[in-house]
Nanobody, 116 residues
Framework: QVQLVESGGGLVQPGGSLRLSCAAS????????MGWYRQAPGKQRELVAT??????YYADSVKGRFTISRDGAKNMVYLQMNSLKPEDTAVYYC???????????WGQGIQVTVSS
């Protein structure tokens, strides 16, 4: 029904920046919550940021460094990541969940590596 494809990941040095993009296609419910999660090897997947309309949420670990935004007309969500740290290294996943739904769709994940 809904397909999510992430792009923009890669290798960056500490202090650098990356911008992740997530393109949604298929049957999309217009009122939804889009978010970014990440998972490092051996660790649980954690919520990074979400956006619903004009409201945003950020995990404490990324607050002030990451910015989530969306373009509803293009069915895309972005994650601007600045001042990256080695602990930001993880596979980042895009998620779209219709407002009030119990679950949503996941992207395939994209690797972000922060290393000198």
């Amino acid at each position: 029904q809904v397909q999510l494809v992430e792009s923009g990941g890669g290798l960056v040095q500490p202090g650098g920046s990356l911008r992740l993009s997530c393109a949604a296609s298929g049957t999309i419910i217009s009122i939804n919550i889009m978010g970014w999660y990440r998972q490092a090897p051996g660790k649980q997947r954690e919520l990074v940021a979400t956006i619903t309309g004009g409201s945003t949420y950020y995990a404490d670990s990324v607050k002030g460094r990451f910015t989530i935004s969306r373009d509803g007309a293009k069915n895309m969500v972005y994650l601007q990541m600045n001042s990256l740290k080695p602990e930001d290294t993880a596979v980042y996943y895009c998620n779209l969940r219709p407002y009030g739904a119990a679950l949503g769709a996941w992207g395939q994940g994209i690797q972000v590596t922060v290393s000198s």
